[in-house]
């Protein structure tokens, strides 16, 4: 194993036991939830095969699926981000830019990063509580609950940011 595959292995299991522990126990009014674990899909590296793209987030919807005692719809979720993720980073990417970078807020600048972390939050959000409610009776609780679920996440994001960025 090489050594960036132990670092995002290590990665994997951490986020996956905060995730579980903690942000999948908070529920904001009824109506948002943060999932840190969205991080990790958009933060992997550029080089990465659309089928690493596909086993990693499945696996990580798949962990917490099996214990938060959900029924496969964050592995879908997961999944459906892991798939649009290269082409919606090559959207954001400048040419100049080498194959082997990691998508952060030093290698795409702020305004960059957050549009595409957006991006990438709302698609999960949106297919999470699509597959979760399985309905659009209720458009209103739908909106809300994606829209307070993506803005939840983004603050962790930019927290994540912050911190990383700094070193």
Same mark, same amino acid.
């Given at each position: /194993? =090489?050594? %960036?595959?132990l670092i995002q292995l290590r990665n994997f299991v951490l986020l996956l036991l905060v995730q579980? *522990?903690?942000?999948?126990?908070?529920? *904001?009014?009824?109506?948002?939830?943060?999932?840190? $674990?969205?991080?990790?899909?958009?933060?992997?590296?550029?080089? &990465?095969?659309?089928? @690493?793209?596909?086993?990693?987030? +499945?696996?990580?919807?798949?962990?917490? #699926?099996? +214990?938060? %005692?959900?029924?496969?719809?964050?592995?879908?979720?997961?999944?459906?981000?892991?798939?649009?993720?290269?082409?919606?980073?090559?959207? $954001?990417?400048?040419?100049?830019? =080498? #194959? #082997? !970078? =990691?998508?952060?807020?030093?290698?795409?600048?702020?305004?960059?990063? /957050?549009?595409?972390?957006?991006?990438?939050?709302?698609?999960? +959000?949106?297919? *999470?509580?699509?597959?979760? /409610? +399985?309905?659009?009776?209720?458009?209103?609780?739908?909106?809300?609950?994606? =829209?307070?679920? &993506? *803005?939840? &996440? /983004?603050?962790?994001?930019?927290?994540? @940011? !912050?911190?990383?960025? @700094?070193?």
């Open positions: /194993m =090489t050594k %960036n595959t579980v *522990l903690i942000f999948s126990r908070i529920h *904001l009014f009824g109506y948002a939830t943060a999932c840190i $674990f969205v991080i990790f899909i958009i933060k992997l590296p550029r080089h &990465t095969t659309r089928n @690493e793209l596909l086993i990693w987030s +499945f696996l990580f919807g798949l962990g917490v #699926d099996i +214990f938060c %005692n959900t029924p496969g719809i964050n592995a879908a979720a997961a999944t459906l981000l892991g798939f649009i993720r290269n082409p919606l980073l090559a959207a $954001f990417t400048p040419k100049a830019l =080498t #194959d #082997d !970078f =990691t998508p952060s807020v030093r290698s795409l600048k702020w305004n960059r990063y /957050m549009v595409f972390s957006l991006l990438g939050n709302l698609i999960f +959000f949106t297919a *999470l509580f699509l597959l979760e /409610m +399985f309905t659009v009776a209720s458009p209103v609780k739908l909106l809300i609950s994606i =829209t307070a679920s &993506t *803005l939840l &996440t /983004m603050l962790f994001t930019i927290v994540i @940011e !912050f911190f990383s960025s @700094e070193r």
